[in-house]
């Protein structure tokens, strides 16, 4: 937004501290804010009229949220098949920017994709950069970095990984080293390895399915190049072989030991355990045509994950909070506030610890730090302004009636023109089938 915006006497989450400010005030000029302040003392970088004044009295400011976990490229498919062969790179790509629309209109003004088919991500990223596109700022990385027998390595041998796939087959570290300098080359911001192997779901004492040798090199490599990297990593063996090799932060870890929280915090590696996915499957997978007996797995998983991550975040290890958008339990626009809620009733977190988890603690991880995820002089003015107090109902946030006013970049978000409801195509699955759409509605909002 050009010129100047105040927004006025509200109770204020800066993202920052562990308590709201009252009555506090902030100035936006040119798309940052410049002042903020408490009651009538106006500080002199608000010195004179704005052009435009917001009155939130009775409303809660706070920085719009960052998602941690969004596949934009996926396009909420059901199966491995509809996400990394269906579609092709231009149809994925043009889907992933009008998806965009819905995660921006759902207060979330930047997110990270962790892993894209394509360089979906990097696309949708540099379209809404450059002003083509209304959307989120995305923290985009490219395919999985994966080896043999690898979480992401889904297809037979005889088949080989298709170039379309989310992940990149790489049978040697010279490979892999390569196939990071390539990414990079392709302007990706983060660096995915896909560390669990397939050997782990059947056996405790199996390990990763990269060596000690090959994951550093990976992490040396991107970091060397000025990139961060994160890994997918249920098991434990992966959490703990990621965490020596230095990763930036590790998803999920759901099967993670008690034993091994002393190293993950002194280490200060940040956990993603995405709850929202593995809880939309144990309670809804049902409706998308989840294979029950995966639904148990997940059940078993998620008491895992509450279990082990209650300790970790007593212990001291910072959290992440993303929702692994991107998938049919998963829809774009509808669930990305729910690790917050998840976050509360699982793990025992404060509101406030939450919404610092989805706001500035992400921003510390993908280096964004002062600019975006806190309302202070200086940061982009990217702000929701809230009919209520989400540090009394975390709930609230996934209710779009209760954000009145989206800002991204200091511009309001346009939200009177509904989003059209589009066909699914017969080329993006193969066939043509319909789905059942999981959306977000008030009779799924409980509490566990």
Known sequence: MKGTLDIVGSNLIDGIADKPRKNCSLRV???????????????????????????????????????????????????????DVYGGAEWAAVRAVWNCDKVLRAGVTSFCDPGSTWLVAVT?????????????????????????GGFADYFPTWLGMPASAEGVLCQTREEMVREVRQQVKNRIDLVKISGDS???????????????????????????????????ARYANTVVAAVQAGVDWVIHASYMRTEDIGLVRDAQTPICPTFTFTANIVEWGKEVGVDPNYIEVKKRELDALANI???????????????????????????????????????????MAAIKSATSRNAQAFGWTGDVGTLAPGARADILIVDGDPLADIGMLADSRKISTI??????????????????????????????????????????
């Open 309 to 351: 991550h209650r300790r970790g975040h007593e212990a001291g290890i910072p959290m992440l909070a993303g929702s692994e958008a991107g998938f049919s339990v998963t829809p774009y626009g509808e669930w990305h506030t729910r690790e917050l809620e998840l976050m509360v009733d699982l793990i025992g977190m404060s509101p």
């Open 124 to 148: 949708a990223r540099d379209a809404i950069a450059s002003g083509m596109y209304p959307g989120p700022r995305i923290f985009a990385a490219g395919r999985h970095i994966v080896g043999d």
């Open 198 to 232: 397939q050997a782990q779901e059947r056996l405790d004492h199996a390990g990763p399915c990269l060596s000690d040798y090959e994951m550093q090199a990976i992490v040396s490599t991107a970091h060397g190049l000025g990139r961060k990297t994160t890994i997918h």
């Open 29 to 83: 000029r040119d798309g940052r804010i410049v002042a903020l302040w408490e009651g009538s003392q106006v500080p002199a970088e608000a010195a004179g009229p704005a052009d435009r004044v917001i009155s939130a009295s009775g409303k809660t400011v706070m920085p719009g949220l960052i998602d941690a976990h969004c596949h934009i490229s996926y396009g909420e498919g059901r199966t491995a098949e509809e996400v």
């Open 407 to 448: 800002l991204h970049d200091g511009d309001e978000v346009d939200r009177a023109k509904p989003i059209a409801e589009r066909r699914r195509m017969a080329h993006e699955r193969g066939f043509n089938v319909s789905t059942t759409r999981l959306g977000r509605t008030e009779t799924r909002r409980r509490k566990p």
